[in-house]
């Protein structure tokens, strides 16, 4: 049961809240998935390295390639006519890779703790990528889930999250999304949103952000007559 202290602050286990992004009240919460709810890194590195060292390619690029659709990351790899070629292979790869995959810290507690109608994942994987890799994790997607598959172009650009948004009836602008992508955290500025950034795959000071944690574990939500309210629990 919420109690609240004396200055009306909602408290948990005896610790204030702190509330986000000066207490505003959300519609909904749009989720990234790899390295935001999950962490896929293992499978992914070996993936795209076996698919590197078969094309040719210095595994260098590992460095600049989170949070980016496959497809704009391969063409900045290769020439064109081995774009549709790498695609394929790569998702052949991260498909059969599902060892080491694991659900992070808070991130099943906070999803459970929001309505189904005012939840989302948005993520840069195509749709069989995505389904395979919640479902080794036994992690309980949302109804709404949005792919690269959707819509024309991927993160950075913005139609990801006003996907997610439309889908769930909502505008963009009363929705917060949560990332852990520089990528993913401009496209859900160019839709409108507020932003969470979590560290993990990039540290703090590359993550644009209207919050930057280190944990979902370290945010919990309300839900109120006017929409979703979240908290901040800093270490």
């Not at 999950?38 to 094309?55: G, K, Q």
């Not at 549709?84 to 060892?99: G, K, Q, Y």
């Not at 993913?184 to 944690?213: E, K, M, Q, S, Y």
Request: some cysteine; aromatic content about 4%; glycine content about 8%.
């Amino acid at each position: 049961m919420q109690k609240n202290d004396s200055a009306g602050q909602p408290v948990l286990d005896g610790r204030v809240f702190d509330a986000v992004l000066d207490g505003r009240v959300f519609d909904a919460v749009l989720f990234d998935m790899d390295g935001t709810l999950i962490d896929s890194t293992p499978a992914v590195v070996r993936s795209w390295l076996r698919w590197a060292s078969e094309f040719g390619v210095d595994p260098s690029f590992r460095e600049r390639g989170h949070g980016l659709p496959a497809r704009a990351l391969l063409a900045s790899l290769v020439a064109a006519e081995q774009v549709e070629t790498s695609i394929a292979r790569v998702l052949e790869l991260e498909l059969a890779d599902t060892d080491d995959i694991v659900v992070l810290p808070g991130a099943a507690a906070l999803m459970g703790s929001i309505p189904e109608a005012r939840r989302a994942i948005v993520t840069s994987c195509a749709r069989p990528l995505a389904d395979v890799r919640l479902a080794a994790t036994r992690f309980a997607a949302p109804a709404v889930v949005v792919t690269v598959d959707d819509t024309p172009r991927g993160k950075p650009h913005p139609d990801p999250y006003l996907e997610g948004a439309r889908r769930l009836g909502f505008d963009p602008a009363r929705c917060l999304v949560i990332e852990d992508a520089p990528a993913g955290l401009t496209a859900a500025r160019a839709a409108g949103c507020a932003t969470i950034g979590v560290t993990g795959t990039h540290a703090a000071h590359d993550l644009d952000a209207d919050l930057v944690v280190a944990s979902l574990a370290d945010l919990r939500v309300s839900v109120t007559p006017d929409g979703l309210l979240l908290h901040h629990l800093p270490a």
